[in-house]
T-cell receptor, first 112, second 113 residues
Framework: GENVEQHPSTLSVQEGDSAVIKCTYSDSASNYFPWYKQELGKGPQLIIDIRSNVGEKKDQRIAVTLNKTAKHFSLHITETQPEDSAVYFCAASPGGSYIPTFGRGTSLIVHP | EAQVTQNPRYLITVTGKKLTVTCSQNMNHEYMSWYRQDPGLGLRQIYYSMNVEVTDKGDVPEGYKVSRKEKRNFPLILESPSPNQTSLYFC????????????FGSGTQLSVL
């Protein structure tokens, strides 16, 4: 089955800095890569996703890049703000399976 | 408002006392799933359901049961809870007709003493 590794487990940055979270996956059949943000006391929420026919996708301050050859994808957050502090999960799934495999999560702390 | 509703939010119980965590979604989603979240282990899938009367084991199904008698409901049953089932549980749903975005409930924090 799919195995998703996520690094780092904890990331501490100053407000205004950029943050990068990296994930690798093992199953070459995976072609859907979502990122979820979990705020304290809440369930995860989808913030951005990318499919394997696209190399990069941006939505305001967040972007995701995908390297299918190397089987890795990354989340980039620019101009971080305290409200970006949360746990972020990457995931990978074969398209149409609806059964994503999640990474272990990254706790992002943005210091004011 | 589109949502996944889990109850209860918090539950403290004792070993061996059967319990049910309810999950309901109002988005007519076909796919529903249960996850447990433990520190350092991320989200691990317990069971999932592709549609009514169709359920399958996820990565950590031991000690759990589920049923999908109606499209909107997907209860998680612990017949004889043990302390190693102390965890934060999430229900999620997704439509099979659109993208694969998962909608999560707010979570149930379970403590088994």
């Amino acid at each position: 089955g799919e195995n998703v590794e996520q690094h780092p487990s904890t990331l501490s940055v100053q407000e205004g800095d950029s943050a990068v979270i990296k994930c690798t996956y093992s199953d070459s059949a995976s072609n859907y890569f979502p990122w979820y943000k979990q705020e304290l006391g809440k369930g995860p929420q989808l913030i951005i996703d990318i499919r394997s026919n696209v190399g990069e996708k941006k939505d305001q301050r967040i972007a995701v890049t995908l390297n299918k050859t190397a089987k890795h994808f990354s989340l980039h957050i620019t101009e971080t703000q305290p409200e970006d502090s949360a746990v972020y999960f990457c995931a990978a799934s074969p398209g149409g399976s609806y059964i994503p495999t999640f990474g272990r999560g990254t706790s992002l702390i943005v210091h004011p | 408002e589109a949502q996944v509703t889990q109850n209860p939010r918090y539950l403290i119980t004792v070993t061996g006392k059967k319990l049910t965590v309810t999950c309901s979604q109002n988005m007519n989603h076909e796919y529903m799933s249960w996850y447990r979240q433990d520190p350092g282990l991320g989200l691990r899938q317990i069971y999932y359901s592709m549609n009514v009367e169709v359920t399958d084991k996820g990565d950590v199904p031991e000690g759990y049961k589920v049923s999908r008698k109606e499209k909107r409901n997907f209860p998680l049953i612990l017949e004889s809870p043990s302390p190693n089932q102390t965890s934060l549980y999430f229900c999620a749903s997704s439509s099979r007709k659109g993208n694969e975005k998962l909608f999560f409930g707010s979570g149930t924090q379970l403590s088994v003493l």
